[in-house]
């Protein structure tokens, strides 16, 4: 069975931590997402990793792959408030369809 | 650029009822894909649509169908409807079936069954 599970699946950090967020999937995908939920709002797109090493940075935030692993990784970096939120991975198939993690949700705390 | 449309925001319904939720993908997209989110999970794909066709379907029991029209808009009918089936549904679009496309997600309706 196809399985995306993170952990992990709650985080509490303090503002200026630094932290990371693990993403482990069963199956060969040479596709990984990162998206963000904000409560009750809908998936923000965050990175699209299309190779084994590929690491995309954006604020804060970073990304990698290592598809030999089967493993992803999103750091955060100095964490601020506006960070807090649900974070999901997910994987892709030949034809879109995206399988995803059960989330993790970040907490900033002051 | 319009993204991802979705309507109603909100529907409540009681069980064994229908539903209907409806969504327009974003400007030049064709493809729509339909994921249900339960609360507290991550979403779970129901199906995708593309060229009018049902092309790929999750592990949902034939009461959820769908259409997608023309224009590449599509809509989620849930029939007998379930506690269950409580939710946050989402669709999200993308170009073609490629491999390498981003999936935009539009903002959700949340179905509540009494």
């Known amino acids: 069975e196809l399985k995306v599970e993170q952990n992990p699946l709650f985080l509490s950090m303090q503002e200026g931590k630094n932290y990371t967020i693990y993403c482990n999937y069963s199956?060969?995908?040479?596709?990984l997402y990162w998206y963000r939920q904000d409560p009750g709002k809908s998936l923000e797109s965050l990175f699209v990793l299309l190779s084994n090493g590929a690491v995309k940075q954006e604020g804060r935030l970073m990304a990698s792959l290592d598809t030999k692993a089967r493993l992803s990784t999103l750091h955060i970096t100095a964490a601020v408030h506006d960070l807090s939120a649900t974070y999901f991975c997910?994987?892709?198939?030949?034809?879109?369809?995206?399988?995803f993690g059960t989330g993790t949700l970040l907490a900033v705390q002051p | 650029d319009a993204g991802v449309t979705q309507s109603p925001t909100h529907l409540i319904k009681t069980r064994g009822q229908q539903v209907t939720l409806r969504c327009s993908p974003k400007s030049g997209h064709d493809t729509v894909s339909w994921y249900q989110q339960a609360l507290g999970q991550g979403p779970q794909f129901i199906f995708q649509?593309?060229?009018?066709?049902?092309?790929q379907r999750g592990n949902f029991p034939d009461r959820f169908s769908g259409h997608q029209y023309p224009n590449y808009s599509s809509e989620l009918n849930v029939n007998a409807l379930l506690l269950g089936d409580s939710a946050l549904y989402l669709c999200?679009?993308?170009?073609?079936?490629?491999?390498?496309?981003?999936?935009?997600f539009g903002p959700g309706t949340r179905l509540l069954v009494l």
């Open positions: 999200a679009s993308s170009l073609g079936q490629g491999y390498q496309e981003t999936q935009y």
């Open positions: 649509y593309y060229e009018e066709e049902e092309r």
């Open positions: 997910a994987i892709g198939g030949a034809t879109n369809k995206l399988i």
């Open positions: 199956t060969t995908s040479d596709r």
